[in-house]
């Protein structure tokens, strides 16, 4: 597997190929929305739910073999086009990986405007959340 | 008289801009409509040559301005046609109207046992107000429930008036389904038992003729930005004897007569109302809002507005997957809508991502949602402005992103 800036700078070209027209860039990311994983139906409670996003977001974790494994879901599909970005980047990592490695790709591709102030709250908040529990399991595995 | 559009829309600075590299479509004219440059050069005039504070000042600037903010009292009781400029009060806008009221004809009036009516087509800003006095004296609100089409089931209303009733606050024109209320029949039972009827107009008076007397009811509120004036300034329409018997709503500035330390005497109508220096710049250029409206004349826009929305419906129910929510047999020209297994939230943005300006979520009316057992819906509402090709490139974007999820 591709460490985690090779897999910022594929989406960074895939992104490239839309010339930021923002009705293309909203389209591709509601089409990776579609695609991403299946969502564990009992997996959509309260406690799973991320705060800070104006929609619902659930969001799981475990470790396999010392990596995170995330899975995601929301009830809107722009934002699991968004969080399918992150967990393309960030699941399967080992937790250092994960808190150490800075998320350029956001910054580079623009989402910050094609987003709108909002979504980009949610999108930190989600961020956020994924580091925190990967700052959990490593200290959990240096235990 | 057919309206030129295109020569209405050269008063209009704000629509000639792209956004997102796409003409502008601005189709949120529920929430606030954009303004004619002359209400633009009237705020700027004032700001220019006459900024004073006004019904105190002995110098001439003072007494132009005193004379033009007057004159807007003027226009406004002309636009509602009450029977006296006394009756018309400048507020913040429709939200302070009802609180107003709720504050003090409420406290007054109305006490333990007695009860409110609203309706479940009523935004945030009529209910909230009554919830809050119905905790403070004990009175209770009741509710006018909906059919399916989001029209008020009047017979349900009827059960629920009663001797009991000391209000009934209805909106005059829903902002979330555009459905517009039978309110001269509701004005006329209400009275009937005895209670005091509150329209809100907060959507109706762009696009409705209002006649306070004819209607009787006894208060009317409204925002002047829903018609192309500034934010931040309402009116609330009183009957004068109503108005007369409730106490003051805030102390200080222009609602005194005489004030000792022992007591204070309060000034006489509308002024009792107005505590402090007005917003007066705002309620200057609303004069220029007013002119535009009545130079074009309500039942042109609305036929404009009308012609409007039946183009769109015409265009968009044969789209799979497209929902419209509230279809009342009278309506604004309000289009609310879902796209089958899309959130509203997504669809808007898309739409702006297209240039086009809507509203998505709850439009503050949170109870109607849950009526209706949805989050929000996603609401293009019309304006004089509005032409049949933005209408066109509205239903060619849905259509596009219905697609998405309806193949």
């Known amino acids: ?143 | 008289m057919t309206l030129n559009i295109q020569h209405i829309r050269e008063e209009f600075p704000v629509l000639d801009q792209e956004v997102n590299g796409r003409p502008l479509i601005y189709m949120d004219n529920a929430a606030t409509t954009q303004k004619p440059k002359k209400v633009l050069e009237a705020l700027s005039a004032y700001y220019t040559h006459d900024n004073s504070n006004i019904h105190r000042g002995a110098h001439t600037l003072a007494d132009r301005a005193t004379r033009s903010f007057e004159k807007t009292r003027t226009y406004c009781k002309e636009f509602l046609h009450s029977a006296e400029e006394e009756e018309i009060i400048f507020t913040k806008g429709t939200t302070e109207g009802i609180n107003l009221v709720a504050a003090t004809y409420g406290r007054k009036f109305i006490g333990k046992g007695d009860e409110i009516i609203i309706s479940t087509l009523e935004h945030h800003s009529n209910i909230v107000p009554w919830q809050m006095l119905c905790e403070e004296t004990g009175a209770t609100l009741k509710i006018i429930p909906i059919n399916d089409k989001g029209e008020l089931i009047m017979e349900e209303f009827d059960k629920l008036l009663s001797e009991k009733t000391k209000m009934v606050a209805v909106v005059h024109a829903s902002n979330a389904l555009g459905t517009i209320n039978p309110v001269k029949e509701i004005i006329d039972k209400s009275h009937k038992v005895g209670a005091k009827v509150l329209i809100d107009g907060a959507q109706s008076s762009a696009h409705l003729d209002i006649d306070v007397q004819a209607l009787d009811c006894d208060f009317f509120v409204m925002s002047a930005h829903k018609i192309y004036g500034p934010t931040g300034l309402g009116v609330l329409y009183g009957k004068r004897e109503v108005l007369e018997a409730m106490p003051p709503y805030q102390g200080g500035g222009e609602m005194i007569k005489e004030v000792t330390f022992e007591k204070t005497t309060f000034n006489e109508i509308p002024f009792k109302f107005e505590a402090g220096t007005p917003n007066i710049g705002d309620v200057i250029a609303f004069q220029m809002a007013l002119e535009f409206v009545n130079k074009l004349g309500k039942t042109n826009i609305r036929k404009h507005e009308e012609d409007l929305l039946h183009h769109a419906e015409h265009q968009l129910k044969d789209i799979k997957g497209f929902i419209p929510v509230g279809t009342a047999d009278q309506k604004l020209s309000v289009l609310s809508f879902l796209i089958k297994d899309m959130h509203p939230f997504d669809v808007g943005m898309m739409l702006d991502a297209a240039g086009i300006a809507v509203r998505t979520g709850h439009h503050c009316t949170q109870p109607l949602m849950n009526r209706f057992n949805i989050e929000g819906t996603v609401r293009a509402s019309f304006s004089v402005y509005n032409t049949k090709e933005e209408v066109d490139k509205l239903c060619e974007s849905v259509r596009k992103i219905a697609k998405l999820k309806n193949k």
């Not at chain 1, 695609?35 to 406690?47: G, V």
């Open chain 1, 1 to 143: 597997m591709s460490d985690i800036k090779q897999v910022q700078e594929e989406i960074i070209d895939e992104f490239s190929i839309l010339e930021g027209d923002r009705e293309s860039t909203i389209f591709y990311i509601m089409e990776l929305g579609n695609q991403l994983d299946e969502f564990p139906e009992e997996a959509r409670l309260d406690e799973n739910l991320i705060k800070g996003c104006q929609s619902k977001v659930w969001l799981t974790t475990e470790v396999k073999d010392q990596k995170v494994i995330f899975k995601a879901d929301s009830n809107t599909d722009i934002t699991k086009g968004l969080i399918s970005l992150l967990i393309r980047v960030l699941s399967g990592r080992s937790p250092k990986e994960i808190i150490d490695e800075d998320l350029y790709f956001i910054e580079k591709i623009g989402m910050g405007n094609i987003i709108g102030s909002q979504r980009s709250n949610g999108l930190a908040s989600m961020i956020k959340r994924m580091k925190l529990y990967a700052l959990a399991y490593q200290s959990k595995l240096n235990v």
